[in-house]
T-cell receptor, first 115, second 109 residues
């Protein structure tokens, strides 16, 4: 069964450093997402991406964050100047279309620890 | 904010059916009900979705009331590996999925 894959599975970074989280969405999917989950809290929407541009973003997704689809397969989340409160699990997701019956499929996540 | 309300936790005996309720009284006509689960801190795993008819797949059954204001996810024979947080999500065309706190299901031996 096709799946969303994410790398790295775990990254530890110094506060103030830049981090790039990578994702390979399911191959025929057109819509891409990043969510995050701080330990013990709920899964939160960050951003959605379609046709090489952001289609929606949450209040969390400020100028510190950016997303990119640098080639036909990868989808990345960049966090500039990381803060302690950025420590969380980051989930990438993809969807074939946004028709109401289309399901969003999630990757296993990248656990980011900022020290 | 999530458009659904779920009990925060439930217990179920191993081998018995687990029935997880969800209220979505403000659901609109073109919105589907989706169910996901999350085991530990793994990525949310898709279980099932439906619009108004009851649905069944290899993992679970979804029962949606006739007025569509509530639904129940049924795991017919719960195992210890079904212990997880279960999320009920309402989503329509072009909408991103909004997660609530979900129901923490504990399957007990």
């Amino acid at each position: 069964e096709p799946e969303v894959t994410q790398t790295p599975s775990h990254q530890v970074t110094q506060m103030g450093q830049e981090v790039i989280l990578r994702c390979v969405p399911i191959s025929n999917h057109l819509y891409f997402y990043w969510y995050r989950q701080i330990l013990g809290q709920k899964v939160e929407f960050l951003v959605s991406f379609y046709n090489n541009e952001i289609s929606e973003k949450s209040e969390i997704f400020d100028d510190q964050f950016s997303v990119e689809r640098p080639d036909g397969s990868n989808f990345t989340l960049k966090i500039r100047s990381t803060k302690l409160e950025d420590s969380a699990m980051y989930f990438c997701a993809s969807r074939a279309g946004t028709g109401a019956g289309n399901t969003i499929y999630f990757g296993e996540g990248s656990w980011l620890t900022v020290v | 904010d999530a458009k659904t309300t779920q009990p925060p936790s439930m217990d179920c005996a191993e081998g018995r059916a687990a029935n997880l309720p969800c209220n979505h009284s403000t659901i609109s006509g073109n919105e589907y009900v989706y169910w996901y689960r999350q085991i530990h801190s793994q990525g949310p795993q898709y279980i099932i979705h439906g619009l108004k008819n009851n649905e069944t797949n290899e993992m679970a059954s979804l029962i949606i009331t006739e007025d569509r204001k509530s639904s129940t996810l049924i795991l017919p024979h719960a195992t210890l590996r079904d212990t997880a947080v279960y999320y009920c999500i309402v989503g329509g065309y072009g909408q991103n999925f909004v997660f609530g706190p979900g129901t923490r299901l504990s399957v007990l031996p």
